[in-house]
């Protein structure tokens, strides 16, 4: 942690945490272990008149609602993947995301990546502490780039727990348990962290095997046919995806 960070931190102490679920209460006890002066997590209504800095750890539909309670002099931050910073209006305002599922209240931010904004300079620098005293890594999402950046999110976490769901009902109609595709789906996670998606492609699609995937189709459509259309477009995407695989070994 950088000195500078915590001391920047305290000028504005103490830090008000607003919504008292499981991201409130992990921040709030993150932030005391880290040194930081914090009150809260505090439920919503409260107007952070005693505060420095307000982080609203609410749910994004009631973030504007609480941002208007907020006692005006107050730096306030969001903790929101998808908005933007005008729900934080007319504070002088900041935003940081952690990227990162927290299921309860022992929850480590160390090594986790949070997108940050701010309105002001000085709002961003207080973002950039608050990732810096967490042990996260804080990259700059512009208000622009806020959707695309959070689908991202949500494509690499929920929608890859949405296709593991259609797996594991697919593997139960042949009499096999979720728990054989685990080392699969650790091995395909690993090695797309470490090769990027092009590299780490394996499977009938990237070797071209028409056949293999006309069958797979056919036990789609017998057994999940609900599924067919989206088993449909994920081929489809691979088709692409080993494409770009195939381009990136011809010039190599």
Not at 114 to 132: F, I, Y
Not at 155 to 166: K, S, Y
Request: aromatic share 2%; glycine share 10%.
């Amino acid at each position: 942690m950088n000195t500078s960070s915590h001391s920047a931190l305290q000028h504005h102490a103490p830090v008000l945490i607003v919504g008292d679920g499981r991201m409130g209460s992990a921040l709030a006890a993150a932030l005391t272990a880290a040194g930081v002066h914090v009150t809260g997590p505090a439920g919503r209504g409260e107007n952070g008149a005693d505060a420095g800095i307000v982080l609203l750890a609410v749910p994004d539909a009631a973030i504007a609602d609480a941002a208007r309670t907020i006692a005006p002099g107050r730096l306030v931050g969001h903790l929101s993947g998808a908005l933007d910073l005008s729900v934080l209006a007319p504070h002088e305002a900041f935003g940081i995301h952690p990227l990162m599922t927290v299921t309860g209240t022992e929850a480590s931010f160390a090594g986790v990546t949070a997108a940050l904004a701010g309105t002001t300079p000085h709002a961003h620098a207080v973002a950039e502490a608050l990732a810096d005293v967490l042990g996260m890594t804080g990259v700059t999402v512009h208000d622009h780039d806020r959707a695309a950046y959070h689908a991202a999110a949500s494509i690499a976490a929920n929608f890859l727990v949405t296709l593991e769901g259609m797996a594991e009902d697919l593997a139960a109609t042949a009499g096999v348990d979720r728990d054989a595709l685990v080392p699969l789906v650790r091995a395909a996670v690993e090695n797309w962290a470490e090769r990027g998606a092009a590299s780490a492609l394996t499977g009938p699609v990237s070797r071209g095997d028409t056949a293999t995937v006309a069958r797979q189709r056919a036990a789609i459509a017998e057994r999940l046919p609900d599924r067919l259309a989206l088993f449909d477009a994920l081929v489809d995407a691979t088709h692409d995806l080993a494409a770009t695989q195939r381009a990136d070994l011809r010039a190599s």
